[in-house]
T-cell receptor, first 111, second 114 residues
Framework: DGGITQSPKYLFRKEGQNVTLSCEQNLNHDAMYWYRQDPGQGLRLIYYSQIVNDFQKGDIAEGYSVSREKKESFPLTVTSAQKNPTAFYLC??????????FGPGTRLLVL | AQSVTQPDIHITVSEGASLELRCNYSYGATPYLFWYVQSPGQGLQLLLKYFSGDTLVQGIKGFEAEFKRSQSSFNLRKPSVHWSDAAEYFCAVGADTGRRALTFGSGTRLQVQP
């Protein structure tokens, strides 16, 4: 079954802690994206990667970091510098004609 | 910079009634346009997309959308709504150059009354 998986489904962060959200795809897509979703604000782009070992900041990259060491994987780390991390995080990948396919999301909550 | 406006935050329709969700975009060239649907706590599912050609686009679940360049609009329609259509709907615009990521509207929440 081809698709995008995100784990965990729920993640709890303590103050001062870094946490990492996993995103894996087996669609053989070159491009991958991370979005943050807050109620009433739609989706906002955090980071994106168009090819392995390369990535760019999106609109709200502060307090986040990513890596792209493999085509299939694009993990997102929420660092302690992100002061308001509570949100729903969505990972996506796209083919060359720009259609993006989304994973099921990870909900991050602060303890 | 590209932008998307969905003027209706919340819409309620009766089951069996027709539906139109509005989307207006701002983009300098011919855009790539998308409609996605999201059920609570879930990811986004692609309903339909427009890249070029016929301005009336058919999608899944009986949805269609019409691209109107003169109005910078890409409204989503369905002739007869089912209770299972209750969800949040997002319009998005993409570019074929530069930053190839989508810009999303803030969404329209659809409620279906029996």
């Amino acid at each position: 079954d081809g698709g995008i998986t995100q784990s965990p489904k729920y993640l709890f962060r303590k103050e001062g802690q870094n946490v990492t959200l996993s995103c894996e795809q087996n669609l053989n897509h070159d491009a991958m994206y991370w979005y943050r979703q807050d109620p009433g604000q739609g989706l906002r782009l955090i980071y994106y990667s168009q090819i392995v070992n390369d990535f760019q900041k999106g609109d709200i990259a502060e307090g986040y970091s990513v890596s792209r060491e493999k085509k299939e994987s694009f993990p997102l780390t929420v660092t302690s510098a992100q002061k308001n991390p509570t949100a729903f995080y969505l990972c996506a990948s796209s083919d060359m004609v720009e259609t993006q396919y989304f994973g099921p999301g990870t909900r991050l909550l602060v303890l | 910079a590209q932008s998307v406006t969905q003027p209706d935050i919340h819409i309620t329709v009766s089951e069996g009634a027709s539906l139109e969700l509005r989307c207006n975009y701002s983009y300098g060239a011919t855009p790539y346009l998308f409609w996605y649907v999201q059920s609570p706590g879930q990811g986004l599912q692609l309903l339909l997309k427009y890249f070029s050609g016929d301005t009336l686009v058919q999608g899944i679940k009986g949805f269609e959308a019409e691209f109107k360049r003169s109005q910078s609009s890409f409204n989503l329609r369905k002739p007869s709504v089912h209770w299972s259509d209750a969800a949040e709907y997002f319009c998005a615009v993409g570019a074929d150059t530069g930053r190839r990521a989508l810009t999303f509207g803030s969404g329209t929440r659809l409620q279906v009354q029996p």
